[in-house]
T-cell receptor, first 109, second 115 residues
Framework: GQNIDQPTEMTATEGAIVQINCTYQ??????LFWYQQHAGEAPTFLSY????GLEEKGRFSSFLSRSKGYSYLLLKELQMKDSASYLC??????????FGTGTRLTVIP | DSGVTQTPKHLITATGQRVTLRCSPR?????VYWYQQSLDQGLQFLIH???????AKGNILERFSAQQFPDLHSELNLSSLELGDSALYFC??????????????FGPGTRLTVL
């Protein structure tokens, strides 16, 4: 597993929908987390996927395709407070989290 | 508030020095993890302790060490500090750390500046 790849930066408009993609190596996959991190603050849990499909939680949804080593986080009805970094993390064989470098999302009016 | 506490919040020290960062996990959590986050970098996993025992090591330098005490709090010791060690150090805790559903709760971090 690991070798997580995410776009470095994205910009989207308030009220719009944005999709943040994440790819990872499929060997030894045990699950995938998404965390949100505002600058200088602690990461906070958003979602967890271990089976294929879409998990919806309010304005945020996360999708997983294990065969493709692919996940995305979908944010709807964007708000200014959604400006943050979004971290994709794979669960390793030792049940530890291996984080990607994160995607910095900027929401503009 | 995640329930994980870290002290100190900020630390400024000089190269060559040694510092200790402290973490108290959420009540009932047995696992503690340490991460380093340098400027514009992702979270780098350093080390994981479960119920007092080291469970996994990540990219932790030999100059760094950690331990988890019987009351489950943990300390990260950084020695012979270099400029490049300046970073945010996060502690996280989880209930077990022994299953793949391993939601980790992060503390507020300690910002270390090495001058």
């Amino acid at each position: 597993g690991q070798n997580i790849d995410q776009p470095t930066e994205m910009t989207a408009t308030e009220g719009a929908i944005v999709q943040i993609n994440c790819t990872y190596q499929t060997s030894g996959f045990n699950g995938l987390f998404w965390y949100q991190q505002h600058a200088g603050e602690a990461p906070t849990f958003l979602s967890y996927n271990v089976l294929d499909g879409l998990e919806e939680k309010g304005r945020f949804s996360s999708f997983l395709s294990r065969s493709k080593g692919y996940s995305y986080l979908l944010l709807k009805e964007l708000q200014m407070k959604d400006s943050a970094s979004y971290l994709c993390a794979e669960v390793t064989g030792a049940n530890n989290l291996f984080f990607g470098t994160g995607t910095r999302l900027t929401v503009i009016p | 508030d995640s329930g994980v506490t870290q002290t100190p919040k900020h630390l400024i020290t000089a190269t060559g020095q040694r510092v200790t960062l402290r973490c108290s996990p959420r009540s009932g959590d047995l696992s503690v993890y340490w991460y380093q986050q340098s400027l514009d970098q992702g979270l780098q996993f350093l080390i994981h302790y479960y119920n007092g025992e080291e469970r996994a090591k990540g990219n932790i330098l030999e100059r760094f060490s950690a331990q988890q005490f019987p009351d489950l709090h943990s300390e990260l010791n950084l020695s012979s500090l270099e400029l490049g060690d300046s970073a945010l150090y996060f502690c996280a805790s989880s209930v077990t750390g022994t299953s793949s559903y391993n939601e980790q709760f992060f503390g507020p971090g300690t910002r270390l500046t090495v001058l």
